[in-house]
């Protein structure tokens, strides 16, 4: 079945510093969704990606989709308290539309 | 405009006992998934609604069924219950199957 793979799984970051994360799928995928979900939440929606290449920035999130479809990165620059949470990729698969979710990357953030 | 309702938000339940989870979509939302959440983990893939059919099925146990209705809403059962089924419980719906999922605040099930 579909995997979809996540690094880091945790990162701690000084404020105002930037990261990125990785996602890579086993499969070549329809699109892929970013979400985040903050400690004691529930995910929320951040972006999709949906051509081969295709980049989108949110302020200070870019999201990039490679040119296989099956990888993905989210880097966040100037890190702020506000970007705390964890944040999950998730792939759709084209045959089926079964959207698997990563493990998620793990954010915190010392002022 | 409503977001995604989940009920009950919390439920304790006993080892063998049944459980029914229920979601309303947003309003024009004809998709709605179901996932599972252990805690420290991503959303596992449960069950995907389309139009009233089921679309997808994860891999879990016949002991979880679920149903949508005519008008959207959905019901995840779980029969038989093990310690293992306690996670959070993620209702998500989405206009079409090609689009992000607006998540509800989910189900907390405690089995003891």
């Known amino acids: 079945g579909q995997q979809v793979m996540q690094i880091p799984q945790y990162q701690h970051v000084q404020e105002g510093e930037d990261f990125t994360t990785y996602c890579n799928s086993s499969?070549?995928?329809?699109?892929i969704q970013w979400y985040k979900q903050r400690p004691g939440g529930h995910p929320v929606f951040l972006i999709q990606l949906v051509k081969s290449g295709e980049v989108k920035k949110q302020k200070r999130l870019t999201f990039q989709f490679g040119e296989a479809k099956k990888n993905s990165s989210l880097h966040i620059t100037a890190t702020q308290t506000t970007d705390v949470g964890t944040y999950f990729c998730?792939?759709?698969?084209?045959?089926?539309?079964?959207?698997?979710f990563g493990a998620g990357t793990t954010v915190t953030v010392r002022a | 405009d409503t977001g995604v309702t989940q009920s009950p938000t919390h439920l304790i339940k006993t080892r063998g006992q049944q459980v029914t989870l229920r979601c309303s979509p947003i309003s024009g939302h004809k998709s709605v998934s179901w996932y599972q959440q252990v805690l420290g983990q991503g959303p596992q893939f449960i069950f995907q609604?389309?139009?009233?059919?089921?679309?997808g099925r994860g891999n879990f146990p016949d002991r979880f069924s679920a149903r949508q209705f005519p008008n959207y809403s959905s019901e995840l059962n779980v029969n038989a219950l093990l310690l293992g089924d306690s996670a959070l419980y993620l209702c998500?719906?989405?206009?079409?199957?090609?689009?992000?999922?607006?998540f509800g605040s989910g189900t907390r099930l405690t089995v003891v």
């Open positions: 998500a719906s989405s206009p079409d199957l090609n689009y992000g999922y607006t």
């Open positions: 609604y389309y139009e009233k059919e089921e679309r």
């Open positions: 499969t070549t995928l329809s699109n």
């Open positions: 998730a792939g759709l698969r084209s045959n089926d539309y079964k959207l698997s």
